[in-house]
């Protein structure tokens, strides 16, 4: 299975930058708006209605790209200048191998830390 391909040809262009300066290069991965109700994944406050809590998203993204190895201090940033931090992480494996890295993430603005 290549996933690589399809985040080649399908995804958001994206880049990793650390609090020290670093800059990863650009690559493509999927982010979506994640807005199911009552998921354990999202943090916010529960209304009759659902969940408060707007910009948490999803992301899948290439495996030589390892959100699992980053801290709190890394973002992710797409095209459009939107900083997202990293809640949470893993690596998607199968037969031992990393096809892909699923990952819950969070729109952030400068002063979040």
Known sequence: MNFSSLFSAHGNTVYLSGADGWKSPTFKAFLQ?????????????YTPI????????LYLGPADHDLTKLNSFHRIHDNDENKYMIDRAEKIKFDNKTLYIWAIIRKTTEGDI
Do not use: A, E, F, S
Not at 33 to 45: I, S, T, V
Not at 50 to 57: C, E, Q, S, T
């Open 33 to 45: 708006p994640l807005r199911y109700k009552n998921k354990l994944y999202q943090q916010g406050d």
């Open 50 to 57: 659902g969940i408060n809590k707007n910009d948490v998203y």
